[in-house]
């Protein structure tokens, strides 16, 4: 079965950086649009950032634009989040998604998220 593992949050400072990475297993992750969103509690979930199958497109929400980079590694079966710059407004579980096809027809997966804590 399809599973998607996150890893990399914890405890930082205002301005300071994590790197998040997840890892995907039981189906194929080199076809799929993989994403990162996030929750705070009491908010609904968010949209960060995405990036294609091949890497080829990525996308971010704009309060992200310039702080994260979004890569993967097919060859890993791993998708990353680089975050820099990190505010406490940046507190949140993160969640990996990974994403194929539309409607119907598509398939889509979640991680169970890892905790990224922004305070000093």
């Known amino acids: 079965q399809a599973q998607l593992v996150e890893s990399g949050g914890g405890l930082v400072q205002p301005g300071g950086s994590l790197r998040l990475s997840c890892v995907g297993s039981?189906?194929?992750?080199?076809?799929?649009?993989m994403s990162w969103y996030r929750r705070a509690p009491g908010k609904e979930r968010e949209f960060v950032a995405s990036?294609?199958?091949?890497?080829?497109?990525?996308n971010y929400a704009d309060s992200m634009k310039g702080r994260f980079t979004i890569s993967r590694d097919n060859a890993k079966n791993s998708v990353y989040l680089q975050m820099n710059s990190l505010k406490p407004e940046d507190t949140a579980v993160y969640y990996c998604?990974?994403?194929?096809?539309?409607?119907?027809?598509?398939?889509?997966?979640w991680g169970q998220g890892t905790q990224v804590t922004v305070s000093s």
């Open positions: 039981g189906f194929t992750f080199s076809i799929y649009t």
């Open positions: 990036i294609s199958s091949r890497g080829s497109t990525v």
């Open positions: 998604n990974a994403k194929v096809g539309v409607g119907s027809t598509g398939r889509d997966y």
